[in-house]
């Protein structure tokens, strides 16, 4: 059996998270910083059922199991039951409710919401990586709004943090994203079709950008009509252009993401190539507060146990076949940390501050295997880490005061 850990997901109602919100009767406070009942015109709280928020849905590829829920409540004494706070969750296509007689997430209606506790008892059979929480505040008394200030979900994840960072995150980000351009130049024999794989192998094409006949348009004025590219075969069909002419293609490519701890990066495959050269954790300080889920029926949860804060350094040498290729890999890579200022960790599904801190220093002259390369160094911000599993809590659920009086904690 694999070993998980316990990692949380928590969903707060600060003002980013509006964006990414929907909301039906109900607002987000952006001074208090929690979720309410939206004010009538005429200064009243509506009594209308089934109003709501719903947050993003989530999806932590590391997720194994949902296995806590729990709500921090602005209303634990719900107003002498003049309020009250429901929830359902939604899998990224339908809201689902726990069906008591069902004893399974079933299509929720208007109507269908959950407790809480309801929730807490059955997140374990939740059964989809994806999640996402749906609100319900109501109350009978206009003068009165229920709010919830935060809603906390655990799960078990086998996920290894520094790894998630950059092996499964950055590199992917990476590969998926960076896309440099580079010109290729044919003659023409009269040919309608153009085989990019072979002329240009070093590269991995993802795409055609535009076609030029050079010999009669040399200053690129007017593309080349007509043409299409099929990205499986690596074929460009043009129409047919006079012999000896000089056809220039301009494409886009994927460079390789690769990571290694050798010296000698000439001993790369493939390039193009950026290559990840070393991992270091740096400015690590102590998360000092401890989160927690806990259920509140049976006063039995986790909290994640101290953790650390710091940013991921990660140098990365760029190595092309030419120094042309290495000055546009290099300024699509300078392209891409500015215009992405923060970067999602896929393993946790959260966005964490990203930017490159170095500047571009190439070496203009080919090493002995005829290669040139450059080095920059993004750093992620504020990475989170929990050297060990969360420890089992137990909650409070009564307490008696020195004159006897017994209180039930919600």
């Keep these: 059996m694999p070993t998980y850990r316990k990692w949380m997901k ?14 039906a009767g109900v607002t987000l406070h952006t001074d208090r910083q929690r979720l309410e009942l939206s004010k009538l015109a005429n200064g009243y ?16 590829t590391a997720c194994r199991k949902w296995s806590g829920f729990f709500a921090e409540l602005g209303t634990p004494r719900n107003l002498n039951g003049a309020t009250d706070v429901r929830f359902r969750l939604n899998d990224g296509t339908i809201d689902r409710y726990w069906n008591t007689g069902a004893n399974a997430w079933v299509a929720a209606s208007s109507n269908n919401w959950n407790t809480e ?34 809603v906390r979900l655990m799960y078990d994840t086998d996920v290894v943090e520094l790894e ?26 009269g040919q309608t079709q153009i085989d990019l794989n072979a002329l240009q192998a070093p590269y991995d094409i993802v795409d055609v ?3 030029y006949n050079n010999t009669i348009d040399s200053v690129h004025m007017a593309p080349l009509t007509g043409w299409s590219y099929d990205a499986p075969s690596k074929l460009l069909s043009i129409p047919a252009q006079p012999n000896g002419h000089r056809i220039e293609v301009r494409f886009t490519w994927r460079p390789y993401v690769v990571l290694t701890q050798s010296q000698d990066y000439t001993e790369i495959a493939k390039i193009p190539a950026v290559v990840i050269t070393d991992v270091q954790v740096i400015n690590q300080r102590f998360i000092r507060n401890r989160p927690y889920v806990i259920n509140k029926g049976t006063g039995q949860g986790h909290a994640l146990t101290e953790g650390l804060q710091g940013d991921i350094a990660v140098p990365m040498t760029l190595i092309a076949p030419s120094s042309r290729d290495l000055h546009v890999m290099g300024r699509e890579a300078q392209r891409f940390f500015a215009n992405n200022n923060v970067f999602r960790v896929r393993a946790q599904d959260e966005l964490y501050p990203i930017y490159c801190d170095t500047d571009f220093a190439s070496n203009s002259i080919a090493s002995q295997k005829e290669t040139f390369s450059a080095r920059l160094q993004a750093r992620i911000l504020n990475a989170v880490f929990y050297p060990e599993d969360a420890r089992p809590i137990t909650g409070v ?8 009086l017994t209180i039930d904690v919600p």
């Design 10 to 23: 928590s969903f707060t109602f600060e003002d980013p998270a509006r964006r990414t919100m929907q909301f």
């Design 164 to 189: 998630d960072y950059v092996v499964r995150s950055l590199v992917d980000v990476l590969r998926d994203q960076l896309r440099p351009i580079s010109i290729m130049a044919v003659n023409s024999t």
């Design 117 to 150: 506790q309801e929730i807490a008892d059955h997140i374990g059979a939740w059964p989809t990586q994806s999640l996402g929480v749906v609100v319900n505040l109501s109350t009978t008394n206009p003068l009165l709004t229920p709010y919830v200030n935060e």
């Design 397 to 404: 659920l009564r307490m008696t005061v020195t004159d006897g």
């Design 45 to 60: 709280f509506p009594t209308t059922p089934d109003l709501y928020a719903r947050t993003r849905v989530t999806t932590p």
């Design 209 to 211: 950008d535009v076609v």
